[in-house]
């Protein structure tokens, strides 16, 4: 027998106990979350950023809307991660409670309140991975009703957006209308694809074929072109460029790891997002230079008065 295949064993079986455990708790599962056309929309925010990062055509809007930041949970003291000693830290709780104080800034310039839940980022928490019902008790306690969820599509795989990402899939066959947001950085490792900046397309650069990697798992997803996009105006793109720098500890960071690309308003200045089939609601109306994929690249003028 090969010896790839022996050594790869266990790592089936896993893969394989892991598939069916979910299966299982999918098949269960059971949401306190109810959908009801009129109350808010609910942006889930896997981390103290992504909300900013690609969401803020909402966040600047006058729509009604909730944020509730899902892993914002302070760690025990006296330890350090990786990522935390990049960035400079010198323990990792202290730097959490920071970056907690950075977002309420940020958000604040969308004249927006996050609720933080009290769940450790993937980098602070051991397996076994979060159940979906603690998942929904918590946010049920913040948001009890949406009349639409945004979630992010997992573009990159990490696995704290992975798991939000699958929350929101099963939020979707109780009827609630559910969004996939493009993920920054991850989503740009390659660039815009062509038929969101309104660039030449390149034969040797094929984006769809990146994101279509993490997306091929989303059956509810329609096509990958059927995506709507907004292009920020430079007013808006510049906004919300001062929003994600209010994260003193992270923005560096995360510029530099992105080839200093979230930087620029040819990355920032567009957000992405898919409506995905099965929700009992109209589709999500559009904003000002929304367009889907086809239409020309216009641009989406800033609120003149954030609202809450």
Known sequence: M????????????????????????????????????????LILSPHLDDAVLDCWNLLASERSLRVVNVFAGIPAPGRLTLWDAI???EDSAQRVKERIAEDA??????????ANLAFLDAQYRQPPSLALSELDRAIAAEAPSASRVYVPAGVGSHPDHLLVRRYGRMLLRTGMPVTLYADLPYCVFHGWPHWVDGQEPEPTRNVDAFWGSFLDGVPEMGPLRSARVVSLDPAAA???????????????????????????????????????GGGRASPAPRAEGERAQGEPVRSAPQSASPAR
């Not at 800034?105 to 996050?114: D, H, K, L, V, W």
């Not at 620029?264 to 200045?269: E, M, N, R, S």
Request: hydrophobic share 35%; glycine share 6%.
């Open 2 to 41: 090969n010896r790839a295949r022996v050594f790869g064993i266990p790592r089936r079986l896993y893969r394989r106990s892991r598939d069916l455990r979910q299966s299982r708790e999918e098949r269960r599962f059971d949401t306190r979350v109810g959908f009801d056309s009129n109350a808010p929309e």
């Open 87 to 89: 960035t400079g830290a």
């Open 105 to 114: 800034i940020a958000m604040a310039r969308a004249g927006r309140e996050p």
């Open 238 to 276: 510049a906004a919300k460029l001062e929003a994600m720098r209010c994260y003193r500890t992270q923005f560096a960071g995360l510029d530099y790891a992105a080839r200093d690309v979230i930087s620029d308003p040819a990355i920032h200045g567009f957000e992405v997002c898919w409506e995905l």
